[in-house]
Structure formats: C-alpha cells, structure tokens
C-alpha cells in the first residue's frame, strides 16, 4: 500500500506501468479511496528528464565543465538535447534546496577554523567572496558575499561562522587584513580567538583555505565571471553542499568533509540524486523548474 497525494489515504496500489519518452518505464499506482491515478514522487516529478541526467549535468557543473561542454556530452553520451539556461535553472532549484537542508544538520567539528577572501567577477565589477574551512574535517562552515572588504561585512560573515558552527570554535586563523580585528571584538567580545600573522612569516600560513580556494578558482574560471550576482550567490550556494556532502578527499580517507564531521546520510552511488531523495522524503519539498 502506498500513500496517494491527492486524498491522502494510504490504500494506492500498483496499477500497470507507464512508459515516458525521457525517463523510461515508470511505476503508476491508483489509489483505491479517490479512484485518482499517480506517480510516485521521486524528487524529479515535475522536470521533462531523467534524475540521471540532471544530476549528471549538475555534477559536471561542480567538476569545473563549461555549460557548452555539458551540453555537448549530453547529447554524445546521453543521446539529450538540453540549453544552457535548462542547466543553469537545474542548478539554481536545486542548489537552494540543497543549502536550506544542509543547514539544518549539525556537525561535529574539530574546533580550528581557518578563514579568508577572494576575488569573483560580476558584472565586470570585483566582488568579495568570503569562506571558513574547518581544519580536521575540511568541512565549510560559513561564506558571505559582498560589493567590499571592510569591517562591517566581516561582522556579519563572522556571525555567519558563529551560526554554522554548533560550538563556539577554539581558534579562527585569519591573514594580516584590517577589517578583521575590530569585527572579532564585536562578535566575540569576551573571547581570545583571533590568531593572526602575515603571510610572510614561515611560521603560520593559512594554507587549508588557500587550498580551498585553488579548488574553488578551478571551478569559477571557466565561466570568466558572472552575469550578476544572484547568479554568483546561486553557483557558490551550490558549490558549498557539493563539496561539504558529495566531494571525497583523499586527505579524509576518501571521506566527505560531512561523514568526517560526522553527518552519516547514508548515500547511495549516485550520492547526489540519494540527497535529493533523502530531502524529499523527509522534508516534503517539492522541486519545481
């Protein structure tokens, strides 16, 4: 028995098999209350392709591939004609849902986080991309968007790493910027935490973020700048879950930073298609275009 959306009582059955040109045989049941017919929502109900091809399209996209040359292996390999703004309107539905769930689990973290900025283009004009690495599992913690680099912004991009961390972390190790004093004395008034040192110092260099950047720079060069920056928030808020939940490391023992901060989600092969599935049983969220 299964649960019909329409009247939701719990006596659907199956009811033959229905045959769609992008998704193939799909399950059709009936419920036998309303009479009604349905398909079982998987996540990817209301989109014309298969989940396979969507998520083979959105982890391309994370892997640094240009939309041409997605578009193009699409149709080689998957024998699917797609745009590029299918691409972009896949990433951008997905990848908001994808963040709010992320943000509602819990990390155990190792307590040293390592933060700093980058240049991204928008509208050929420079914007500030601001992250936080935790250091024993790699995991994200936190990253802002902002028009400056200036106190004011890093108060709220520490409050951002005051929120996404579930404990008050031990140490955040920063570079010689100005703008970073005053906003810890803000956010964290009656803590020591600030540890700081120029660059040129062998003693510490913030090497874990800068590893991550080079990462990041990997995937951002190939589209040469945004058109604006929602489409910057929408590429980045995407990027972030991809490599928090479905990104291994070798340096984690082939691990996610999320199974290393111990968030089990249980994934299957295909990791990105079992989290989107995961989100729809468990939190109800319909997906649309």
């Known amino acids: 028995m299964f649960k019909c959306p329409h009247c939701k009582g719990q006596s659907a059955v199956k009811h033959g098999i ?32 298969s989940p396979e091809v969507i998520t083979v399209a959105l982890d391309l996209r994370a892997k ?8 193009d292996h699409l149709d080689q390999h998957h024998r699917v004609k797609v745009t590029r703004k299918t691409i972009l309107d896949w990433q ?9 769930f992320s943000q509602t689990l819990i990390p155990h973290l190792g307590g040293i986080f390592h933060a700093d900025e980058m240049f991204i283009k928008a509208r050929k004009v420079w914007k500030y991309y ?19 680099r200036n106190d004011r912004e890093a108060v709220e991009f520490l409050n951002k ?52 950047h080079n990462t990041w720079k990997q995937r ?47 994934l299957k092969r295909n990791r990105l298609k079992s989290m989107i599935e995961i989100i729809l049983v468990h939190y109800k969220t319909r997906f649309c275009c």
Do not use: M
């Open 220 to 266: 951002y060069k190939v589209l040469r700048g945004f058109d604006n920056v929602t489409g910057s928030k929408n590429f980045f808020d995407f990027l972030g879950v991809y490599y928090n939940f479905i990104r291994k490391h070798t340096t984690l023992g082939n691990k996610t930073p999320a199974q290393a901060a111990q968030i089990e989600l249980l």
């Open 92 to 100: 951008k539905s997905f990848g908001k849902k994808l963040k709010s």
């Open 18 to 49: 229905l045959k769609r040109k992008s998704k193939g045989l799909v399950q059709r049941y009936q419920c036998s209350s309303c009479r009604r017919e349905f398909v079982k929502d998987n996540g990817f109900k209301r989109f014309r392709h």
């Open 64 to 71: 640094g591939l240009s939309l041409a040359d997605i578009v």
């Open 130 to 148: 601001w992250d936080c690495l935790d250091y024993e599992t790699k995991f994200l913690v936190a990253d802002h968007l902002s028009d400056e």
């Open 161 to 212: 790493i005051k929120t996404g961390s579930p404990e008050l972390p031990e140490a955040i190790h920063t570079d010689c910027s100005y703008d970073y004093p005053p906003a810890f004395r803000k956010v964290f008034p009656r803590r020591q935490i600030h540890i700081q040192y120029p660059s040129w110092k062998k003693k510490f260099k913030n090497n874990p973020i800068e590893r991550l």
